[in-house]
């Protein structure tokens, strides 16, 4: 078969693709399996038959696997600001998991983790584009709430300002 014979039938399959699939990739096993643990559907497209890992299809699925780590973070925040969304979003993690009958305790614990030592950050930078935007009440706290669960400064590695965090570990500001 010619190329461009090949490479008309690639771009009718690629075209083909469901719930944002819309690019054709040689992937190996272990990669496909990362795409499905990152939340990826791991179906079979029925139109082409082969595997498709769209994102946001069973969008329950992807809040079942958040809600968890998020809610700790954000209970562990307020019951110890900084270090405890941390440790909250963990233990949430790993409970969520419990919940749902899985056995990937550790990996759920990382993420809830990863999601309290994210959210001070996310949340400041969350706040500066709604003050940009105009959205001054909600960009204040938002921006408040990253100032409050700071973690460098709540183990004691810099003091909060409104720029950032400066001290311990030399200045860095804000966006």
């Given at each position: 078969m010619k190329k461009k014979n090949i490479n008309y039938i690639l771009e009718q399959t690629r075209r083909k693709g469901?719930?944002?699939?819309?690019?054709?990739?040689?992937?190996?096993p272990l990669e496909?399996?990362?795409?499905?643990?990152?939340?990826?559907?791991?179906?079979?497209?029925?139109?082409?038959?082969?595997?498709e890992f769209g994102f946001f299809t069973n969008t329950g699925k992807w809040f079942k696997s958040v809600v968890g780590g998020g809610g700790g973070a954000i209970l562990g925040n307020m019951l110890l600001p900084g270090i405890g969304g941390v440790i909250g979003g963990a233990i949430g993690g790993?409970?969520?998991?419990?919940?749902?009958?899985?056995?990937d305790f550790a990996q759920a614990a990382?993420?809830?983790?990863?999601?309290?030592?994210?959210?001070?950050?996310?949340?400041?930078?969350?706040?500066?584009g709604a003050n940009a935007m105009g959205a001054k009440g909600i960009g204040a706290t938002l921006s408040n709430y990253g100032d409050a669960n700071a973690i460098l400064p709540s183990i004691g590695l810099g003091d909060k300002t409104a720029?950032?965090?400066?001290?311990?570990?030399?200045?860095?500001?804000?966006l």
């Open positions: 469901r719930n944002g699939d819309t690019i054709l990739a040689h992937i190996n496909a399996l990362m795409l499905k643990k990152a939340g990826g559907s791991g179906t079979i497209n029925p139109k082409t038959g082969l595997p790993a409970a969520g998991s419990a919940v749902r009958g899985r056995k990382l993420r809830g983790a990863s999601m309290g030592a994210a959210l001070p950050t996310l949340s400041s930078l969350a706040g500066s720029s950032g965090i400066k001290g311990g570990l030399g200045a860095v500001g804000s």
